[in-house]
T-cell receptor
């Protein structure tokens, strides 16, 4: 299947600092990427949809000024957690849609390995 | 409103046995896709299997098969010949044609016993 990478895999930062997380599609072009947040032993919560060349679409309740998303190219989307606080500590996962004809259903989302953010 | 339900928070299965993980959904849409993902303790989400709402045959991928009953709005995952490496969280997900979002169920934690 398609490969999505995420960097860093783990980050610890001080309260008040900003953290950038990168999501890359390695072997396909992804016009749309998604950012999820997952609390321990919980399901994935969609935060925003990242569209290449346009503004991200945020889900209700997600602060767009706190979670900045930039989809600068067809293979890269970044999530920046600005002025991070301990309550932002979580597991952040990105995914990318592979629109190629070979992908099952053409709507399958392939996920990155996730980034575990700890804010002290 | 769209809703995905996984009623089994935890399941145990003996190694080499088959296990069924339940997933039901609620939608008025006619066109949608159903997915199952596996999430081991490492955290990555691994795509397992896909079923389109118009597919007449149940999807199969190796040891994974999807028992799709459209009238009952259920899409259960069957894992045959369970292996120790199958121990993980399993999420059912649905994508609707009206939007890009995936809606995830709450997950089922599967433990394979040697």
């Amino acid at each position: 299947g398609a490969v999505v990478s995420q960097h860093p895999s783990r980050v610890i930062c001080k309260s008040g600092t900003s953290v950038k997380i990168e999501c890359r599609s390695l072997d396909f072009q992804a016009t749309t990427m998604f950012w999820y947040r997952q609390f321990p032993k919980k399901s994935l919560m969609l935060m925003a949809t990242s569209n290449e060349g346009s503004k991200a679409t945020y889900e209700q309740g997600v602060e767009k000024d706190k979670f900045l998303i930039n989809h600068a190219s067809l293979t890269l989307s970044t999530l920046t957690v600005t002025s991070a606080h301990p309550e932002d500590s979580s597991f952040y996962i990105c995914s990318a849609r592979d629109p190629s004809a070979n992908a099952p259903g053409t709507d399958t989302q392939y996920f990155g390995p996730g980034t575990r953010l700890t804010v002290l | 409103a769209q809703k995905i339900t996984q009623t089994q928070p935890g399941m145990f299965v003996q190694e080499k046995e088959a296990v069924t993980l339940d997933c039901t959904y609620d939608t008025s849409d006619q066109s949608y896709g159903l997915f199952w993902y596996k999430q081991p303790s490492s955290g990555e989400m691994i795509f397992l299997i896909y079923q389109g709402s118009y597919d007449e045959q149940n999807a199969t991928e190796g040891r994974y098969s999807l028992n799709f009953q459209k009238a009952r709005k259920s899409a259960n995952l069957v894992i045959s010949a369970s292996q120790l490496g199958d121990s993980a969280m399993y999420f059912c997900a649905m994508r609707f044609k009206t939007g890009n979002q995936f809606y995830f169920g709450t997950g089922t934690s599967l433990t394979v016993i040697p």
